[in-house]
């Protein structure tokens, strides 16, 4: 009985190591063709991930479903929602200080005086004169802005009551040649909607993008919800997505939100782009994740991405031939006395939206986007291209007694030493205040935590620091961009100044390249 | 406010006397977050500064610190065969522990405190707070009696060359305490090593031998006599066989039998046993290293990978079984010495240790199993992870060399494979066109 049960025991344990060794080789054999066995179980063992994560929502191939580990939402004070308000405001600007890669003093078409419609040639970069940029609204230029060295930094429209647009001619994205579409794109002022990656540049429409990437929703702390933006908006998405599908060399990329199974029918009914949902925290919204994920940029290539927002007037350009600003904005944070969303066009007047809006105790600062990644406005700012979110905050220029020991005020962290571990839906009151001196690196592993990619950002940096271009290059510089490594910056116990950092490492490569 | 506005007022000038201004900046911050705010790049910053983190470590590590110095008072009493009772003679013991501590902690922090804020003076920079965990780790690693002198030297030569030379907190190379801990093993083997430095307060080991106390112990007598409490007897000899030998020499001599007729179990456990000040309560440390793991700050992937190295490495000398150490079971290896302080404290050190998610595991691996090798083999002193933890330290850079190297190798093949595809498809267009 006993030498039975024995034997029993030897066989199944025999079977098991057969199936085992077999099964490793298999997944040998899969590395050796290339497949990444982490994305296509191969296993005849489900994963643990398979069992107890995530389940991709009902819409989604589980091929093209990432859950993503890492990350950190920051919850903050001032959520805004609700119905959405008219926010026109008399004055608008363009700045060509959006746009990167452009020199500093673009060559103006207009002065001080003219009238323009929405859509007409405003300026353009003097090293790509084919380029245009073109007002948001219609109205009267009313100043143009200087800042250091000459360099403009605003060109103000005082808007019309009734706006008046551009008509342009309509061409059909399925049947014009692409030199017709890139020609088009750049005369009616929609190219520098796109950004370049590596370096966030606008696109030099003298390469191909091996492909082109919109992430449809954001993870960043107070970013509204996108599908305010998107609803009745379905054919233009549609019409971005063929027009853009033109230009590249491979596809066209959605990230679309895994976190919940509802996902808004414009997107849903989108055809002729791939669609990849993306399950976790910030920055899992982030375009720059959601790349390396679905076909990581190469050090030889480009890909070129677009924020939906900018899609969506790309689209309603190609459909109607009229180059329509309008979007909707949020206003959020704990310094307004009410956040809100509203419809406004780019450009708008910070001054104006948020009049009335700002609560008076204590200092206020405003930001351009959110409190990770965002600009902080200048005096008597406007919105900046592709901002769809004005962020205030109180400024914490206070001193606070045995702070860094028994910080009295709850503020956000992801350490566990901070009580707020135990409360994950609390919504902070957060203040600019450093919280602690910037020092050496001490503590490892922490950026990591917080960037969903196989990248080490620390030793990433401590190259950029030492101005190795060849090392920068091999841990994946170009696939970063600041808007990535923003949440990290964040939690570094350092207090380093990241995302500068990694600018000065990617303006080094830019020279290089 | 009225604390924060009579600190801003007694700030001294900068230019004129830096050093008076860098003391002044490092207490000031101490009390008082400062004001500064985020400028560029993130608006708003984690609660955690360094400050925060190195506190913590040595929250983490204070009771270590009450064990030990009651400690250092209940071996000074079992060698005489005294007080035998763990908590008999508290009074004695506890002070016995605080005239041995406390001058050991006071001369680390006066030395490494004061040439950290030299430095900070001199180059320009705020007080940083590296030493905060190494000055409190150092009285923990060091035998009770050790001659003060020696400790200053040790701690000067730790913080100047180990870390100071490197550039500060942050850039050195080996932990700094236990570099302060190897400059007293090679310069002074005789104070740090054998049986007879890890019970303090006599003038020798040997059977016979008379107690050493001093001024304080006086003083304190005369207290204790008036209170009518049991006093400092100055008369008193080391017992009759009495060796001060530690766990491990004893296992090193006999194997695990030799142990136990010494010390039970319990007592090796619970830590009242003779050895560096705070290495010997297991449960208090591993308290401490679940402080650490609760609130991230130690890497648990090197304390797990460390334990997994030494537990193989235990089992593979056990299947060896050449001396009698090597027979000694692999469990009851982590009884003895001080495994467990150097796995919680040492080797997590974040700034000396492997950088890394995948070289941690390595680093910690081979931590485990090398200390483990050396503490067994090693005849001159069986214990091991000081040397193999400063060891790894020096190899940490290599293996996050390869880890790095794997990444990039990836990446560049899949360049490469882009470059390859991408001329094919170009061929392709010429011969079309």
Redesign the interface.
Same mark, same amino acid.
């Given at each position: 009985m006993l030498l039975a049960a024995l034997l029993m025991i030897a066989v199944v344990l025999i079977l098991a190591s057969v199936l085992s060794v077999s099964d490793n080789l298999i997944q040998i054999e899969a590395k050796k063709q290339g497949i990444d066995t982490r994305k296509n179980n191969l296993s005849i063992f489900p994963n643990f991930s398979d069992l107890f994560g995530k389940k991709p929502p009902k819409a989604a191939d589980p091929s093209r479903f990432h859950n993503l580990k890492g990350g950190h939402n920051i919850k903050l004070v001032g959520v805004a929602d609700g119905p959405i308000e008219n926010g026109h405001t008399s004055r608008y600007a363009l700045k060509p200080t959006d746009f990167r890669g452009i020199a500093p003093i673009p060559k103006l078409e207009v002065a001080v005086g003219d009238s323009v419609k929405a859509g007409d040639v405003v300026f353009y970069d003097k090293l790509s004169p084919e380029i245009k940029h073109v007002a948001p609204v219609s109205g009267e230029i009313v100043e143009v802005r200087r800042a250091a060295k000459r360099a403009i930094s605003h060109i103000v429209i005082l808007a019309d009551k009734e706006q008046q647009h551009v008509q342009h001619d309509i061409i059909n994205v399925d049947t014009a040649s692409k030199e017709d579409i890139i020609a088009y794109m750049k005369a009616v002022g929609v190219w520098p909607l796109m950004n370049q990656r590596p370096f966030d540049v606008v696109p030099d429409p003298a390469q191909t993008p091996d492909n082109i990437f919109i992430s449809t929703f954001s993870t960043a702390p107070l970013a509204p919800d996108y599908s305010v933006m998107l609803d009745g908006r379905a054919a233009d998405l549609q019409e971005a997505v063929d027009c853009l599908s033109r230009l590249t060399s491979g596809k066209v990329y959605l990230g679309v939100d895994g976190r919940t199974d509802e996902v808004h029918s414009a997107i849903a009914n989108v055809s002729g782009a791939e669609k990849h949902y993306f399950n976790g925290k910030h920055p899992a919204g982030n375009v720059g994740v959601q790349i390396h994920h679905i076909a990581p940029i190469k050090n030889t290539g480009c890909v070129w991405t677009m924020s939906l927002e900018n899609a969506l007037i790309l689209g309603r350009l190609m459909n109607t031939g009229v180059y329509d600003t309008s979007k909707v904005v949020a206003l959020a944070g704990a310094q307004f006395e009410q956040p809100k969303l509203v419809k406004t066009y780019a450009g708008a007047s910070l001054k104006e939206l948020t009049q009335g809006n700002i609560k008076a105790e204590g200092t206020t600062r405003l930001i351009q986007g959110d409190v990770l990644a965002g600009q902080t406005a200048v005096e008597d700012d406007f919105l900046s291209s592709g901002s769809n979110q004005i962020t205030s905050i109180k400024e914490g220029d206070q001193y606070e007694l045995f702070g860094w020991l028994l910080p009295i005020t709850p503020r956000p962290s992801i350490s566990k030493t901070m009580p707020g571990f135990l409360m994950p839906g609390h919504q902070y009151e957060a203040d600019t205040n450093t919280h602690g001196e910037k020092r050496a690196f001490v503590v490892t592993g922490q950026y990591e935590k917080m960037l969903p990619m196989d990248i080490y950002p620390q030793h990433l940096l401590k190259a950029i620091m030492a101005g190795d271009i060849e090392r920068m290059e091999g841990l994946g510089i170009n696939e970063l961009s600041e808007e990535d490594i923003a949440l990290a910056e964040f939690s570094c116990t350092s207090k380093m100044p990241l995302q500068q950092i990694l600018r000065e490492g990617l303006d080094m490569m830019r020279e290089q390249a | 406010m009225g604390?924060?506005s009579f600190l801003q007022k007694i700030e001294p000038d900068k230019k004129k006397s830096p050093f008076l201004h860098t003391l002044y900046d490092g207490f000031f911050?101490f009390?008082?977050?400062?004001?500064?705010?985020?400028k560029?790049?993130?608006?708003?910053?984690?609660?955690?500064?360094?400050?925060?983190?190195m506190?913590?470590v040595v929250l983490a590590m204070q009771l270590c610190y009450v064990f030990g110095t009651y400690n250092i008072g209940h071996q000074h009493f079992v060698a005489m065969g005294e007080h035998l009772g763990f908590l008999e003679g508290f009074h004695l013991k506890l002070v016995h522990g605080l005239i041995k501590l406390l001058p050991i902690f006071i001369v680390t922090h006066a030395v490494g405190l004061g040439i950290e804020f030299w430095f900070a003076a001199k180059k320009g920079h705020?007080i940083?707070?590296?030493f905060l965990v190494s000055g409190a780790l150092i009285p923990l690693i060091m035998p009770p009696d050790l001659p003060l002198w020696i400790l200053a030297v040790a701690v000067a030569f730790a913080v100047i060359l180990g870390k100071e030379a490197f550039?500060? #907190? /942050?850039?050195n190379i080996w932990n700094v305490a236990l570099l302060a801990r190897v400059f007293v093993f090679f310069a002074y083997p005789t104070s740090i090593s054998g049986d007879e430095v890890w019970v303090s307060g006599f003038e020798g080991m040997a059977s016979g031998a008379s107690v050493d106390y001093g001024w304080a112990h006086g003083l304190f007598n005369n207290l204790f006599s008036w209170m009518d409490l049991s006093t400092f007897n100055s008369a008193a000899v080391v017992a009759d066989g009495y060796s001060g030998a530690t766990p491990l020499a004893l296992a090193y001599q006999g194997g695990w039998e030799n142990v136990t007729a010494t010390f039970s179990e319990s007592q090796m456990f619970w830590g009242s046993i003779p050895g560096s000040i705070g290495e010997t309560s297991k449960p208090l440390i591993l308290i401490g290293a679940g402080i650490l793991l609760? #609130? /991230?700050?130690a890497?648990w992937r090197i304390m797990l990978s460390m334990f997994i190295g030494a537990v193989v490495m235990g089992m593979i000398l056990n299947g060896w079984g050449a001396t009698p150490f090597m027979t000694v079971p692999w469990q009851y290896q982590f009884y003895m010495g001080s495994f467990f302080f150097a796995m919680a404290f040492m080797a997590t050190d974040?700034?000396t240790?492997s950088?890394?998610?995948a070289g941690?595991w390595v680093y910690g691996l081979l931590i485990g199993m090398i200390g483990m090798l050396i503490r067994v083999i090693n005849p001159a002193y069986p214990e091991g992870w000081m040397l193999a933890i400063l060891f790894l330290n020096t190899f940490a850079p290599l293996i996050?060399h390869y880890?790095?190297e794997g990444?990039?190798k990836?990446?560049?093949k899949?360049?490469a494979?882009?470059?390859s595809s991408?001329s094919v498809?170009t061929e392709n267009e010429v011969t079309h066109a």
């Amino acid at each position: 009985m006993l030498l039975a049960a024995l034997l029993m025991i030897a066989v199944v344990l025999i079977l098991a190591s057969v199936l085992s060794v077999s099964d490793n080789l298999i997944q040998i054999e899969a590395k050796k063709q290339g497949i990444d066995t982490r994305k296509n179980n191969l296993s005849i063992f489900p994963n643990f991930s398979d069992l107890f994560g995530k389940k991709p929502p009902k819409a989604a191939d589980p091929s093209r479903f990432h859950n993503l580990k890492g990350g950190h939402n920051i919850k903050l004070v001032g959520v805004a929602d609700g119905p959405i308000e008219n926010g026109h405001t008399s004055r608008y600007a363009l700045k060509p200080t959006d746009f990167r890669g452009i020199a500093p003093i673009p060559k103006l078409e207009v002065a001080v005086g003219d009238s323009v419609k929405a859509g007409d040639v405003v300026f353009y970069d003097k090293l790509s004169p084919e380029i245009k940029h073109v007002a948001p609204v219609s109205g009267e230029i009313v100043e143009v802005r200087r800042a250091a060295k000459r360099a403009i930094s605003h060109i103000v429209i005082l808007a019309d009551k009734e706006q008046q647009h551009v008509q342009h001619d309509i061409i059909n994205v399925d049947t014009a040649s692409k030199e017709d579409i890139i020609a088009y794109m750049k005369a009616v002022g929609v190219w520098p909607l796109m950004n370049q990656r590596p370096f966030d540049v606008v696109p030099d429409p003298a390469q191909t993008p091996d492909n082109i990437f919109i992430s449809t929703f954001s993870t960043a702390p107070l970013a509204p919800d996108y599908s305010v933006m998107l609803d009745g908006r379905a054919a233009d998405l549609q019409e971005a997505v063929d027009c853009l599908s033109r230009l590249t060399s491979g596809k066209v990329y959605l990230g679309v939100d895994g976190r919940t199974d509802e996902v808004h029918s414009a997107i849903a009914n989108v055809s002729g782009a791939e669609k990849h949902y993306f399950n976790g925290k910030h920055p899992a919204g982030n375009v720059g994740v959601q790349i390396h994920h679905i076909a990581p940029i190469k050090n030889t290539g480009c890909v070129w991405t677009m924020s939906l927002e900018n899609a969506l007037i790309l689209g309603r350009l190609m459909n109607t031939g009229v180059y329509d600003t309008s979007k909707v904005v949020a206003l959020a944070g704990a310094q307004f006395e009410q956040p809100k969303l509203v419809k406004t066009y780019a450009g708008a007047s910070l001054k104006e939206l948020t009049q009335g809006n700002i609560k008076a105790e204590g200092t206020t600062r405003l930001i351009q986007g959110d409190v990770l990644a965002g600009q902080t406005a200048v005096e008597d700012d406007f919105l900046s291209s592709g901002s769809n979110q004005i962020t205030s905050i109180k400024e914490g220029d206070q001193y606070e007694l045995f702070g860094w020991l028994l910080p009295i005020t709850p503020r956000p962290s992801i350490s566990k030493t901070m009580p707020g571990f135990l409360m994950p839906g609390h919504q902070y009151e957060a203040d600019t205040n450093t919280h602690g001196e910037k020092r050496a690196f001490v503590v490892t592993g922490q950026y990591e935590k917080m960037l969903p990619m196989d990248i080490y950002p620390q030793h990433l940096l401590k190259a950029i620091m030492a101005g190795d271009i060849e090392r920068m290059e091999g841990l994946g510089i170009n696939e970063l961009s600041e808007e990535d490594i923003a949440l990290a910056e964040f939690s570094c116990t350092s207090k380093m100044p990241l995302q500068q950092i990694l600018r000065e490492g990617l303006d080094m490569m830019r020279e290089q390249a | 406010m009225g604390l924060l506005s009579f600190l801003q007022k007694i700030e001294p000038d900068k230019k004129k006397s830096p050093f008076l201004h860098t003391l002044y900046d490092g207490f000031f911050t101490f009390a008082y977050a400062p004001n500064s705010t985020t400028k560029g790049g993130v608006h708003i910053r984690d609660g955690m500064d360094l400050k925060r983190t190195m506190v913590m470590v040595v929250l983490a590590m204070q009771l270590c610190y009450v064990f030990g110095t009651y400690n250092i008072g209940h071996q000074h009493f079992v060698a005489m065969g005294e007080h035998l009772g763990f908590l008999e003679g508290f009074h004695l013991k506890l002070v016995h522990g605080l005239i041995k501590l406390l001058p050991i902690f006071i001369v680390t922090h006066a030395v490494g405190l004061g040439i950290e804020f030299w430095f900070a003076a001199k180059k320009g920079h705020a007080i940083e707070e590296g030493f905060l965990v190494s000055g409190a780790l150092i009285p923990l690693i060091m035998p009770p009696d050790l001659p003060l002198w020696i400790l200053a030297v040790a701690v000067a030569f730790a913080v100047i060359l180990g870390k100071e030379a490197f550039g500060g #907190t /942050g850039m050195n190379i080996w932990n700094v305490a236990l570099l302060a801990r190897v400059f007293v093993f090679f310069a002074y083997p005789t104070s740090i090593s054998g049986d007879e430095v890890w019970v303090s307060g006599f003038e020798g080991m040997a059977s016979g031998a008379s107690v050493d106390y001093g001024w304080a112990h006086g003083l304190f007598n005369n207290l204790f006599s008036w209170m009518d409490l049991s006093t400092f007897n100055s008369a008193a000899v080391v017992a009759d066989g009495y060796s001060g030998a530690t766990p491990l020499a004893l296992a090193y001599q006999g194997g695990w039998e030799n142990v136990t007729a010494t010390f039970s179990e319990s007592q090796m456990f619970w830590g009242s046993i003779p050895g560096s000040i705070g290495e010997t309560s297991k449960p208090l440390i591993l308290i401490g290293a679940g402080i650490l793991l609760a #609130t /991230g700050i130690a890497s648990w992937r090197i304390m797990l990978s460390m334990f997994i190295g030494a537990v193989v490495m235990g089992m593979i000398l056990n299947g060896w079984g050449a001396t009698p150490f090597m027979t000694v079971p692999w469990q009851y290896q982590f009884y003895m010495g001080s495994f467990f302080f150097a796995m919680a404290f040492m080797a997590t050190d974040p700034v000396t240790a492997s950088s890394t998610n995948a070289g941690k595991w390595v680093y910690g691996l081979l931590i485990g199993m090398i200390g483990m090798l050396i503490r067994v083999i090693n005849p001159a002193y069986p214990e091991g992870w000081m040397l193999a933890i400063l060891f790894l330290n020096t190899f940490a850079p290599l293996i996050d060399h390869y880890v790095l190297e794997g990444n990039m190798k990836r990446r560049m093949k899949a360049s490469a494979a882009a470059i390859s595809s991408h001329s094919v498809h170009t061929e392709n267009e010429v011969t079309h066109a």
